[in-house]
């Protein structure tokens, strides 16, 4: 199967700094997704990427599809206690891979 | 996006029984997914849910111990059988890939049902 190799594996942030995190993989894809889940909750898809380069934004989220087409970044500006929960890259192959997972905590 | 509904969203049971956990979406899909969250961990594609057909499972999955109905293009199934406390995770549906859900490509979850076995 796919491997998906996402970093950090958790974060610990103060209120308002930014933050980054990254997926990336041997495969080449042609779409990666981000998602977010809260706790107790189910993933939420947060941005949609389809296009080697594409940068694409969803309010202080800002996601970019690797021009190699192995790598996907998401950046979280000016951070806010809700923004804490976990992160996971996602790509549809023959079926959905998910990268492991960032945890991000705010401190606030 | 599709509103998807799971029942129940906890539940706490013995081991040896089974639980079957209901999704419910608010419009017809083509693809329906069960997933499997340990603790900690990422996401584990438990099956591919099949309308009119067998569930297909992924490799460490098995239908004795999954079974899954699919009787139409809004509801799904997933029954944990003879549970043991190795089963205790969030077990997730997930609909995606339809025409009419933005992008085609993209996945949406139902909000999981925490199962604690004891």
């Known amino acids: 199967g796919q491997q998906l190799n996402q970093s950090p594996q958790s974060m610990f942030i103060q209120e308002g700094e930014d933050v980054s995190m990254n997926c990336t993989s041997s495969s080449i894809f042609n779409t990666w997704l981000w998602y977010k889940q809260d706790p107790g909750e189910g993933p939420v898809l947060l941005i949609a990427?389809?296009?080697?380069?594409e940068l694409t934004s969803n309010g202080r989220l800002t996601a970019q599809f690797g021009i190699t087409r192995k790598d996907s970044f998401l950046n979280i500006s000016a951070s806010i206690p809700s923004d804490v929960g976990i992160y996971f890259c996602a790509v549809p192959k023959d079926k959905f891979y998910f990268g492991s997972g960032t945890k991000l905590n705010v401190k606030p | 996006s599709a509103v998807i509904s799971q029942k129940p969203s906890r539940d706490i049971c013995q081991r040896g029984t089974s639980l079957t956990i209901q999704c419910q979406v608010d419009s017809q899909v083509t693809m329906m997914f069960w997933y499997r969250q340990q603790p900690g961990q990422s996401l584990t594609l438990i099956a591919t849910?099949?309308?009119?057909?067998?569930?297909?499972?992924e490799s460490g999955f098995v239908i004795d111990k999954f079974p899954i109905s699919r009787p139409n293009l809004t509801f799904s199934t997933l029954t944990v059988s003879n549970m043991s406390p190795e089963d205790s995770s969030i077990y997730l549906c997930?609909?995606?890939?339809?025409?009419?859900?933005?992008?085609?490509?993209?996945?949406?979850f139902g909000p999981g049902t925490r199962l604690t076995v004891t």
């Open positions: 990427l389809y296009k080697a380069g």
């Open positions: 849910a099949n309308q009119g057909s067998e569930a297909t499972y």
């Open positions: 997930s609909v995606g890939g339809a025409p009419g859900l933005a992008g085609g490509h993209e996945q949406y």
